[in-house]
Every structure is written in structure tokens, then in C-alpha cells.
């Protein structure tokens, strides 16, 4: 709750359901000014008309913010890095966009003259945490009001019904009441119809993916250059961060590849499933990894790989502007430096492989690991090596246990 009254709000406006009904109950509840605040990271539809919707439903102003260069520049290219998958599945697209927008949201209410902020993160999810926690480190002395924490309203049919007695235009419908969250890296559905883990999404709901029988009959090759573990080329050619993702998501999505359907752990302690279309994250970490698989030292990748999901857990739950945070990317970083080639990939009917990988700093040699040809190693050199690596095996006790 929030212990002191507010003069100035800045809201993290969508325009969905939930913030447009904030918005209004903020100025009801506080009477206070409200400034909406839009990040674009990649929603494209979503964001038209927004700064009209937002001053119709009371909006003192709406300020919205390009964010797309950075978010991926900054935020995607970094967790390809670092290999980082949530439980070993989610590519954490809603996570690493919430720290950059918090990150906005505070710089815009500094600006605008806000003594506070506020999201619409329901009090069961993750995004709370991570709003919170980012407003904590970079902006500790704005107030946070987070009304699906304060509010009487308790569900989402009820902020329809609040809407509709306020006539504030929604698009949400009982008939469909999922979630989404989209950005360039994905596209999110939570909750309604998905709450129940074993009822199959429907095929009309995604948005970036094709169905997997309905992609095309011939498959696609495509080649993906990384330069020190980041990703700059599509087939030889050289693109920025932004149309490059765009570029990895048409191809992907066009042979339906990238789409997750998974129960997470929630940061909260519950849990929640998820289904997710990630197409050129899919495609990014696949090829990374590919080319890592020729320029790392084995020890290094490992350590990277022991590293991987902490790194991800830490952007899970919110943590992206912590010490241990900068500690890793550091690492992460580090770890880098020779990541320099490309990868083949093959996409055909929902199936990604990697079909070759190069580099002009490989680690690998043909001559060495070759069975037709010595190479200068020496095979008789295994023996003292097996018998050093066993000497410890025989010490056991007459149980035969350890």
C-alpha cells in the first residue's frame, strides 16, 4: 500500500484491459494526475492510437519510448551470451523486457514530475518482482502503487465489469481472456483457457508461428554470423540487432519453428503454465551454441555452461540491476572474446538442426581428431592417462560401496 498520498502517477500503459481500468482507478482512488507511459519493444499493432486512449480514459499525457534497439542490443544479445534458459526451456522474453521498461518508467516519471509509479502486474505473477526490484535499485524514492495488491477488484471479469459501468474501451473478451505479452523476441499466453495444463491451445491463437503440417514442403537453410558471441549477420549479410531478430522471426515462424508450451516455476512460488512462440531466439541459441561448440576451451565453455542458469534465474526473477547481476554479465563477457564464426541451420516443418558450423579462431583440428590420420597425437599416451584418471577407483570398502 501506498503509506503517503500521491500527487503525480506514471503508469506502464499497455492499453489492454488491466492498465486501461488502472488508469481510471488511480485518478479515482488517489485523485491524482496520471502520465501514461509506453515502451516500444516490439508489440507494432499494439501501440497505434495508444496516446489518444490513454488522454480519453484521463491520461494527463502519454509519453511513449522506442526501446527496440536496446532491448535487443542490450538485453536479448547478452542472454544469448550467457546461454541463458529458464529451466531449461523458457527463452525469457517477458523477463528481459521488464527490467529495460522499469528502467524507462522511472526516467520518465523523474521527468514528467511523478512521486509515483505503477504497474499492472497481478499479485500472483512475476513482473511485479521485477518492476519493483528494478524501481528499487535505480529510482529507490518513488512511491509504487500496484493495485491488483490494493484494489477490491479480484479478477479479470471484474475489470471488465468495471470498464464497461466506467465506458472505458477494452478489446478483451470472456471468450477470450489469455493474457499476451509480445515483443520482438516473443510472444507470451497466460492464463484463462491455458490454466488448465493439459488442454492443447488452440492453433488460432498463435500469432508469429506457423502450425508445423502447414509450413512449407521444402525446408530452409540459413546461415547465422556471430562476431565475440553476438549476433550480426544473416546469411552473410551484415544487419543491426533490430532487423536482424525481425529476419530470424519471419523465417522461423514461416517454418514453425519456435514454439514452447511449458509449466514454469513462478519467482512467487507458484506455478504457472506458459505457451510461448520465441522464432529467432529459437533460431540464435541454437546457432551460438553451434559456434561456441568450435571456439570455446572446453574448461571455459563449462564454467560458462555452470554459470548459465544462475544467469537465467537471475533475469526470472528480477534481479537484471543487482551486483551478482554485473558480476556474471562480466564473466558472461569474458567468455566471448573468441566466439567468432557462423552457424548452418536447416528449419523444416517445425524442426530446427545445425547442420555445420565455422570459424576463422576454430579451436577444432580436423588432423588431430581425425581416425584416418595420426595428426601428432600419440595414441599410446591414453594408457597412463585412464590409469591416472582410475587410480582413485579401486579404494572401496568390502561392501563394495564407496
Known sequence: MVSRSVKRVCLAYSGGLDTSVILHWLI????????????????????????????????????????????????????????????????????????????????????????AVAHGATGKGNDQVRFELTFRALAPELSVIAPWREWELESRPDCMAYARKHQIPITATLEKPY??????????????????????????????TRAPEAAPDVPC????????????????????????LERLNELAGLHGVGRVDMVENRFVGLKSRGVYETPGGTLLHAAHRAVESITLDRELMHERDRLAPRFAELVYNGFWYSPEMDFLRAAVEVSQRNVTGEARLRLFKGALQVTGRRSPVSLYSQALSSFDEAGGYDQRDASGFIRLQGLRLPVRDESGDP
Open 28 to 115: 479515482e482512488r488517489f485523485d491524482c494526475e496520471v502520465v501514461a507511459y509506453t515502451a516500444d519493444v516490439g508489440q507494432q499493432e499494439e501501440l497505434e492510437g495508444l496516446p489518444e486512449k490513454a488522454k480519453s480514459t484521463g491520461a494527463l499525457d502519454c509519453v511513449v519510448r522506442d526501446l527496440r534497439e536496446e532491448f535487443v542490443r542490450d538485453f536479448v544479445f547478452p542472454a544469448v551470451q550467457a546461454g541463458a534458459v529458464y529451466e531449461g526451456t523458457y527463452l525469457l522474453g517477458t523477463a528481459l523486457a521488464r527490467p529495460l521498461i522499469a528502467k524507462h518508467q522511472a526516467e520518465v516519471a523523474r521527468e514528467t514530475g511523478c512521486d
Open 179 to 208: 493474457s499476451i505479452d509480445r515483443n520482438l523476441l516473443h510472444i507470451s499466453f497466460e492464463g484463462g483457457i491455458l490454466e488448465d495444463p493439459w488442454q492443447a491451445p488452440r492453433e488460432e491463437m498463435f500469432l508469429l
Open 221 to 244: 537453410e540459413l546461415v547465422i554470423g556471430f562476431d565475440r558471441g553476438l549476433p550480426v549477420s544473416v546469411d552473410g549479410e551484415p544487419l543491426g540487432p533490430v532487423a536482424l
